[in-house]
């Protein structure tokens, strides 16, 4: 079955400066990457999402790459601030399947 | 209703006992998903529904782990002979359709505690 790694587990960033969060992923039929941002007790909410025929994705602060011959996509926050502060999670999902498999979460702390 | 809807919100149950928790999607949500989260992990798939029928059952953990969805709409899992292994968060989410760029909406999770 699909295996996603999600580095880091934990990063602490300057309110002002960027956060990446970085996920590899096995199934190289796998086609659909989204990410969710999940706040302590409360519901995993999706903040992007990207397809396996687009590289590169913007909403405003917040971006995603995906390079499917490394097998591996990205999750870039510019400027954060405080209310950044959640753990999130990178999912993937392969051809004709309609499972999400979740890496295993990032604690991002941004420090006033 | 205005998101995914789950009840209980928490439960606190014996080993031994049996346990159902209820979801209810979206409205006009045709497609329906059960995962678990752990504490500290990323929630794992348990079960996909696409209208009443479960098109994907390979996530539930052994025979114990149930669920049903007879109108197309509200969803329960079911959990008999509960084991403390069992605790974790129960996510119900819903999508407007199965397939690859429906987001998929989540509900705020059943936390379930077996002692």
């Known amino acids: 079955g699909e295996n996603v790694e999600q580095h880091p587990s934990t990063l602490s960033v300057q309110e002002g400066d960027s956060a990446v969060i970085k996920c590899t992923y096995s199934d190289s039929a796998s086609n659909y990457f989204p990410w969710y941002k999940q706040e302590l007790g409360k519901r995993p909410q999706l903040i992007i999402d990207?397809?396996?025929?687009?590289g590169e994705k913007k909403d405003q602060r917040i971006a995603v790459t995906l390079n499917k011959t490394a097998k591996h996509f990205s999750l870039h926050i510019t400027e954060t601030q405080p209310e950044d502060s959640a753990v999130y999670f990178c999912?993937?999902?392969?051809?004709?399947?309609?499972?999400?498999?979740f890496g295993k979460g990032t604690k991002l702390s941004v420090i006033p | 209703g205005a998101g995914v809807s789950q009840t209980p919100s928490n439960k606190v149950t014996e080993k031994g006992k049996y346990v159902e928790l209820r979801c209810d999607p979206i409205s006009g949500h045709t497609a329906l998903y059960w995962y678990r989260q752990s504490l500290g992990q990323g929630p794992e798939f348990l079960i996909y529904f696409q209208g009443t029928g479960a098109a994907d059952d390979s996530g539930l953990p052994n025979d114990r782990f149930f669920a049903v969805r007879p109108e197309g709409s509200v969803s329960t899992l079911k959990i008999q002979r509960t084991e403390r292994g069992d605790s974790a968060v129960y996510l119900c989410a819903s999508s407007l359709t199965a397939g690859m760029g429906n987001t998929i909406y989540f509900g705020e999770g059943s936390w379930l505690t077996v002692v």
């Open positions: 999912a993937v999902t392969g051809a004709g399947s309609y499972q999400l498999t």
């Open positions: 990207i397809r396996s025929n687009v």
